[in-house]
């Protein structure tokens, strides 16, 4: 059988039937959040490979990592900075305690909190993904921009994050 060919509007962008190309501003705005999605979604997975691959870690781990390099701190206060439920944290924090990245300590005020601190190894693998993240980072994230662009997306970012940390401070 013959092929039936298309003859209504076609994507200008994707080369796929079904639109002329002209979106209503929602559409826009709809596909302006996917784009933004999709670039974050595949560069935390270039990082995360290279994490993987590099340090033996995941990027979730190497993210904790560099918030106890800031000193010891509470389970909830690791799930309210990294955007975690409490349960998830202890989740890491225990597969972290394993590899013999951290260490728990009951707090000194309080002997029910648990508190999580890095180990001599913990510091030694931050600083080791620490120069993996850069050199990933130089080439997928920073090599494609340039100065300009990176400030606007610079300001953008921090105006996104303080209007959802707004919005939502925790998952807790």
């Not at 003859?7 to 933004?36: A, K, N, S, W, Y």
Request: contains cysteine; charged residues 25%; hydrophobic residues 40%.
């Amino acid at each position: 059988m013959g092929e039936i060919a298309w003859t209504g509007p076609v994507d200008g962008m994707t080369g796929c039937p079904g639109t002329d190309g002209l979106q209503d501003p929602d559409e826009e705005l709809i596909r302006e959040f996917g784009l933004l999605l999709s670039a974050t979604n595949r560069l935390e997975r270039i990082a995360g490979k290279a994490f993987e691959h590099d340090a033996g870690i995941t990027h979730a781990m190497f993210e904790m990592l560099r918030r106890l390099n800031e000193g010891c701190s509470s389970m909830s206060h690791l799930a309210e900075e990294m955007i975690f439920t409490s349960g998830g944290v202890t989740r890491l924090i225990d597969r972290m305690e394993k590899a013999g990245l951290v260490e728990r300590y009951a707090s000194d005020t309080d002997r029910r909190v648990q508190k999580a601190g890095l180990t001599d190894k913990g510091r030694e693998t931050l600083a080791l993904a620490e120069r993996i993240h850069v050199v990933t980072l130089r080439r997928a994230f920073a090599g494609q921009l340039t100065a300009g662009q990176r400030a606007a997306l610079k300001q953008i970012l921090v105006t996104l994050e303080h209007s959802s940390r707004t919005e939502l401070p925790s998952l807790g």
